[in-house]
């Protein structure tokens, strides 16, 4: 089946590193992506991986892939306060037949930085 | 490139009335979609096109909604007789390649 989770809340002081959870459970998946919205905003497309990666790295952003356990994370260093915002991880499947590449998102991580 | 666009941004309608949102593509994006997202939850898939052909609906997706993207570029979303439950920000997503997918502001409805 498809699900996505994430922990609701991550609360981390400025200039510390976040590191927001995401577990998933189908391993057709080929793409999971790390999305930011800001309070009445639509979706920021931060970064993605390819199924068969174990690590991106993105600026201040890496993303780990276990694949055998289904895990993702976002590590985000140096957190600003400019961070705040709540981030959507999100699967989905690309190939195959009848796979028409519709993402799969989880509840969506709050992340709180204070000053 | 002016990214995915959506009009409105907010509407406020009575219960029974019908809406229609509009969203444009990023320009040359053949796969468009539209997801809800209700307030604490993260989106769910709606619809999906390619091109002009809608090829996957979510049973989310009641008989009251339809969405159309007539020539391929802009799609519409409709929602007749709205309820209450139909309040959520609905958005619109493009891609061309198998990678990124692009989201636009969304539409906020209210339906009072």
């Known amino acids: 089946g498809e699900d996505v989770e994430q922990s609701l809340f991550l609360s981390v002081r400025e200039g510390d590193s976040s590191v927001i959870n995401c577990t998933y459970t189908?391993?057709?998946?080929?793409?999971l992506y790390w999305y930011k919205q800001e309070p009445g905003a639509g979706l920021q497309l931060l970064t993605y991986i390819f199924s068969n990666m174990d690590m991106k790295q993105d600026q201040r952003l890496t993303v780990l892939l276990n694949k055998k356990d289904k895990h993702l994370s976002l590590r985000i260093a140096d957190t600003q306060t400019g961070d705040s915002a709540i981030y959507f991880c999100?699967?989905?499947?690309?190939?195959?037949?009848?796979?028409?590449?519709?993402?799969?998102f989880g509840q969506g991580t709050t992340l709180q930085v204070k000053p | 490139d002016t990214g995915v666009s959506q009009n409105p941004r907010h509407k406020i309608t009575k219960r029974g009335q019908n809406v229609t949102f509009r969203c444009d593509p990023i320009?040359?994006?053949?796969?468009l979609y539209w997801y809800r997202q209700t307030l604490g939850q993260g989106p769910e898939f709606l619809t999906y096109?390619?091109?002009?052909?809608?090829?996957?609906k979510s049973r989310l997706l009641s008989d009251r909604f339809s969405a159309e993207r007539p020539k391929g570029s802009f799609s519409t979303l409709e929602i007749q007789r709205t309820e209450q439950g139909d309040s959520a920000m609905y958005l619109c997503a493009s891609r061309q390649t198998a990678t990124e997918a692009f989201f636009g502001q969304g539409t906020r409805l209210t339906v009072v």
């Open positions: 189908d391993s057709s998946s080929t793409y």
């Open positions: 999100a699967e989905t499947r690309l190939y195959g037949s009848g796979n028409t590449g519709k993402l799969i």
């Open positions: 096109f390619q091109n002009e052909a809608q090829l996957e």
């Open positions: 320009s040359e994006h053949n796969r």
